[in-house]
């Protein structure tokens, strides 16, 4: 059973920064692209970022880049999302996923998600 465990959401005021981690099992990482999708109240789950096996390439939703930014580490088989300049709009439940292409990406699995807020 495939498992995705995401971590580092939390609180933090506009302007603020914060890393979300994923980390699947260690075969799970090696096989898939991996990515990032939110979730906001009373909206449909959105795409994110993603980033193929090796590291290569990534994409990032065009209103995002800039301030979003993925990447991961083979070492530690974990991907980050690294997020600046937050936004009260950013609020969402962040998803961690798992899938075959990076462009577009449609999970085969998925993690449980962990909110972020961002208020003042």
């Known amino acids: 059973q495939v498992q995705l465990v995401e971590s580092g959401g939390g609180l933090v005021q506009p302007g603020d920064s914060l890393t979300l981690s994923c980390e699947p099992s260690?075969?799970?990482?090696?096989?898939?692209?991996m990515g990032w999708f939110r979730q906001a109240p009373g909206k449909e789950r959105e795409f994110v970022s993603a980033?193929?096996?090796?590291?290569?390439?990534?994409k990032t939703a065009d209103s995002l880049k800039g301030r979003f930014t993925i990447s991961r580490d083979d070492a530690k088989n974990t991907v980050y999302l690294q997020m600046n300049s937050l936004k009260p709009e950013d609020t969402a439940v962040y998803y961690c996923?798992?899938?075959?292409?990076?462009?577009?990406?449609?999970?085969?699995?998925w993690g449980q998600g962990t909110q972020v807020t961002v208020s003042s």
């Open positions: 996923a798992a899938g075959v292409a990076v462009n577009p990406m449609s999970p085969n699995y």
């Open positions: 260690a075969r799970t990482f090696r096989s898939y692209a």
């Open positions: 980033i193929n096996r090796s590291g290569s390439y990534s």
